[in-house]
């Protein structure tokens, strides 16, 4: 997913030979059979439809596929923008039984790209009012009967800070900031492989702080150390390794 987004949709087209991203998942390190096994489960998953063009086979981006990175983009590079404070918070509770398991599963990842913290087994909260993306999504899962939500407000300060230290683990997610600008600060490429691999990584990287960040309101709790360095580090390598980068992943993805 993150080569589809970072190299693939800014295409007009949106396709892209499938010989040339095994290639580029072997350079990686990927091995060919795992590259072709993950490009066969995101086709399964309607993120990405089979087309055959003589003897070569090419993979185009769905309208779900499409939906997907525009929602994951908005949350990645809005990053440390969103820390406003919220008159309503969003609780969610839940007991979804086993036979529900993929539809638990693809909630809790969910929950999580929408700013979501789980206080208890079941329960989780948002320090905002999400009351309709969420409702709109135990719809879509076909799961409303097993989960209840709720638009609430903390009771003063004191469990506000209670409650949000019990759903996020913010010593962790600060030395994750921390560790990334470590990893990537004066990072630089020599040429237009090693600009690709670069910029790869960079962007997997960081693509996982919106499902652990959950942008808390300043007044609240303050933001993580380091993350402003971190948004603004990315914010420049990712834009600075894109040509290079861009005419890599061409170059290797044209048969």
Not at 82 to 93: I, K, V
């Amino acid at each position: 997913m993150t080569l589809l987004g970072a190299y693939v949709w800014p295409r007009e087209d949106g396709q892209v030979w499938a010989g040339g991203l095994v290639a580029l998942l072997a350079e990686m390190g990927f091995r060919e059979g795992t590259a072709r096994v993950a490009l066969t489960r995101l086709a399964r998953r309607d993120l990405i439809a089979r087309r055959k063009q003589g003897r070569l086979v090419y993979y185009t981006l769905t309208d779900r596929a499409r939906a997907v990175l525009a929602e994951g983009d908005s949350r990645i590079f809005t990053l440390g923008a969103n820390g406003t404070p919220a008159e309503h918070w969003t609780l969610l509770w839940h007991g979804i039984p086993d036979t529900h398991r993929r539809a638990r599963e693809a909630l809790v990842r969910r929950l999580r790209f929408l700013g979501f913290g789980p206080i208890q087994d079941g329960t989780w909260l948002a320090v905002r009012d999400v009351l309709g993306p969420v409702s709109g999504l135990l719809d879509d899962l076909d799961v409303r009967e097993h989960a209840g939500l709720l638009r609430c407000s903390p009771d003063g300060m004191a469990d506000a800070r209670a409650l949000i230290t019990r759903a996020w683990d913010l010593d962790a997610l600060a030395e994750s900031y921390a560790a990334f600008v470590a990893e990537f600060d004066g990072a630089s490429a020599a040429d237009d492989r090693s600009a690709f691999l670069l910029r790869t990584r960079l962007v997997h990287t960081f693509r996982q702080f919106p499902f652990r960040d959950p942008e808390l309101p300043e007044e609240l709790i303050a933001a993580p150390r380091q993350r402003a360095d971190a948004v603004a580090l990315f914010h420049d390598l990712y834009a600075a390794l894109a040509p290079a980068a861009q005419r890599h992943f061409d170059e290797v993805t044209t048969p």
